[in-house]
């Protein structure tokens, strides 16, 4: 099904990395959205034919626009650089991000909508799926597998994130996770989107850009209950090593107070 043409009211970025069974099982997610009023930008960290070809075929099937961007080659952990040109193709006010390992709830676009607000940054949390549910979602693409009563005996961890009881407001408890949480446009752009200095996994694309938004007089705003993924099961990519680099890189960085990041989406 071709999707209508217009202005979308929100921008849904899919951060990507070479996993087309789960992007598949993404996209027919969001074909199912109780809210169709977004585009899709799969932002890939890679410059693969396979996904290419995949996205080329699938987007006339789709009940919502695509845009796929890519990196000019596989080249280390850019995923900061591709979320800034995310940004930079955005047509709506409100942007949402969603890693490419994660498959949202039916109502994930129309809660992100419904609760959006200027001066407010939100951000929800993810449900953990099993190695063997993962295997069969992807073997049999049925994603009715994720109801409540299948979740409850499939090895799933963290299944009170997988409540939905949109009536329940939440007090911050956690921060912002680069995997579900959502802002408008113009207050990424106001602290010059994400840092491209962290070219390692973890920190960078989520608590980093978190302590710049708070800085500037931005509240956090708690999506659980709300706005649901469930994360597909792999090993761990990245190491705690890694980690503690970007969390030393962001001290520096906190104590040089540039909440407009140098190396963002403008360059300084």
């Known amino acids: 099904m071709k999707h209508t043409s217009g202005r979308s009211k929100v921008s849904l970025v899919v951060a990507y990395y070479k996993n087309i069974p789960v992007l598949d099982l993404i996209l027919k997610a ?14 890939e960290d890679d410059c693969s034919a396979a996904t290419r070809e995949f996205i080329q075929s699938k ?13 000019p080659k596989d080249d280390g952990f850019r995923k900061n650089e591709m979320l800034n ?17 994660c498959i949202p709830h039916r ?10 607000a200027e001066g407010v940054a939100l951000f929800g949390r993810r449900v953990m799926l099993s190695q063997p549910l993962t295997q069969k979602l992807i073997q049999t693409k049925d994603l009715s597998l994720l109801s409540l009563s299948n979740l409850l005996f499939s090895g799933t961890g963290r299944l009170r994130d997988a409540l939905y009881l949109p009536f329940i407001n939440r007090r911050k408890k956690e921060g ?15 602290v010059n989107g994400f840092d491209e200095d962290y070219i390692r996994a973890g920190v960078g694309e989520d608590v980093d850009i978190e302590w ?32 503690n680099i970007n969390y030393r890189l962001m001290e520096e960085k906190q104590r040089a107070g540039n909440l407009y990041c140098l190396n963002g989406l403008q360059k300084q």
């Open 59 to 71: 987007v006339n099937q789709l009940p919502f626009p695509v845009k796929h961007i890519y990196q």
């Open 176 to 190: 912002i996770w680069g995997c579900n949480w959502g802002i408008l446009r113009k207050h990424l752009i106001e």
């Open 212 to 243: 710049r938004l708070l800085s500037k007089g931005l509240k956090v705003q708690s999506m659980k209950h709300k706005a649901i993924v469930y994360h597909t099961y792999h090993k761990p990519n990245y190491s705690q090593d890694e980690v």
């Open 30 to 43: 969001l074909s199912t959205q109780s809210c169709g009023d977004f585009e899709v930008i799969v932002a």
């Open 85 to 101: 040109r995310a940004i930079s193709v955005a047509e709506a006010d409100l942007m949402v991000f969603l890693d490419g390992d």
């Open 107 to 116: 109502h994930f676009i129309k809660e992100y909508l419904k609760n959006a």
